[in-house]
């Protein structure tokens, strides 16, 4: 198995409601991440889990709210959000953070804030 | 500071044709990684080719190869025999404990 699975893969939420992505690996590996990225821009850095501990925070506002539950699941918690959160998510997962594995990613939540 | 430069922000080819994306990066670190990933319009960010900066040897993957540089610090891809579902954004990445991508040259293959 050499997925990343992301769900939903669509979500629209208005600006008070909490909504949660989740991302699934099975490929054992330690470290992964939340990117988010605007229409044609590239992916912006967002989260580093290491360990399922937070080792990196791109200096992301608090209503994106990460979690690791486990070696294999990540979530990424949302809450009053604004219009200009609006993007796709992607989570990747990579064998070590130690900048030299390589990134796996997931195919993404498109994530609409109306 | 580690930045990624891709100068080509659209480019297109004719079926079968050779196309070379081009790429500059720049980092004070001695051992670092350099990728290239296709995104088509599904989105889903695929992994082309890798090179790791200490081997000279430039990779190279069925139809797709690097041309590493590295006192340059130049990365180009070269896509040899293009087909229609080469059609994509083409990122190229650079890996130093953070992945840091260039702002992509999106690549039109036309039959």
């Known amino acids: 198995d050499t997925e990343v699975t992301q769900t939903p893969k669509h979500l629209v939420m208005g600006m008070t409601n909490k909504k949660s992505l989740k991302c699934e690996q099975h490929m054992g590996h330690r470290a992964m991440y939340w990117y988010k990225q605007k229409a044609k821009k590239p992916p912006e850095l967002m989260f580093v889990?290491?360990?399922?501990?937070?080792?990196i925070n791109e200096s992301v506002p608090s209503r994106f709210s990460p979690e690791c539950p486990n070696s294999s699941l990540l979530n990424l918690h949302l809450h009053a959000l604004q219009p200009e959160d609006s993007a796709l998510y992607l989570c990747?997962?990579?064998?070590?953070?130690?900048?030299?594995?390589?990134?796996?990613f997931g195919s993404g939540t498109q994530l609409s804030v109306l | 500071a580690q930045t990624v430069t891709q100068s080509q922000p659209e480019m297109s080819v004719q079926e079968a044709e050779t196309v070379t994306l081009s790429c500059t990066y720049d980092t004070s670190e001695n051992n670092y990684y350099l990728f290239w990933y296709k995104q088509p319009p599904s989105r889903q960010m695929i992994l082309v080719i890798r090179?790791?900066?200490?081997?000279?040897q430039n990779a190279t993957e069925n139809r797709f190869s690097v041309n590493f540089q590295k006192a340059a610090k130049s990365f180009s891809l070269k896509i040899s025999d293009s087909q229609l579902g080469d059609t994509a954004m083409y990122f190229c990445a650079l890996l130093t404990g953070k992945l840091i991508f260039g702002q992509g040259t999106t690549l039109q293959v036309k039959p």
């Open positions: 090179q790791e900066a200490y081997k000279q």
């Open positions: 990747a997962s990579s064998q070590g953070s130690r900048g030299r594995e390589k990134l796996f």
């Open positions: 889990y290491s360990y399922e501990k937070l080792s």
